[in-house]
């Protein structure tokens, strides 16, 4: 399999460039992901902003998404990545282990996550029940638009750092205890 290689900004098409130099004020620097879909003339571009698009999911929420998909997917570097964002966004160490778990304490943010997880396990097919308690909590159909999309969103990049495996350049997330994982 072809080893991929975290491009330069020299190495990316000159809106790429601009997408770096943007990313390096923003962030500090230029995450190895984002890096990599520089390869693609267009894609950074359309990725930011699909990524960046209103939605009616919080920040918080979008983190527990994030991770629990991550999770799922087995992207080392997402977990990674979005164990430090959901801090940002007010997470506890505890919180995010037990999102990565499938579970929350939260009930609105419990039927959030769990719904999520088996979107990502099951492909789209879901048991109604977890539907029905999605909507209990308060949810409405264009939160499940929008959660589908989140689900989208972070099953691309789980796909891609899997199949290139780039290096992570994040603290590493911590590793789960294997009995109770998304149970």
Known sequence: MKNFAVPTKEQVAPANQAIFDNLTK???FVP????????????????????GAKTTLSNKEKEAVNLIVSEVNNCLYCKSAHTVLGKMNGFTDDQLLDIRRGKATDAKLNALVKLAASITKNRGRVDAALVDDFYAQG?????????????SDKTAMNYLHNLTQIPVDFPIAPTLETEAVLN
């Open 139 to 151: 949810y409405t159909n264009e939160s499940l638009i929008d959660l589908i999309l989140q689900v």
């Open 32 to 51: 190895n992901l984002y890096a990599v879909i520089g390869y693609s003339e267009n894609g950074l571009g359309r990725y930011l902003a699909y990524q």
């Open 26 to 28: 923003a962030l500090g």
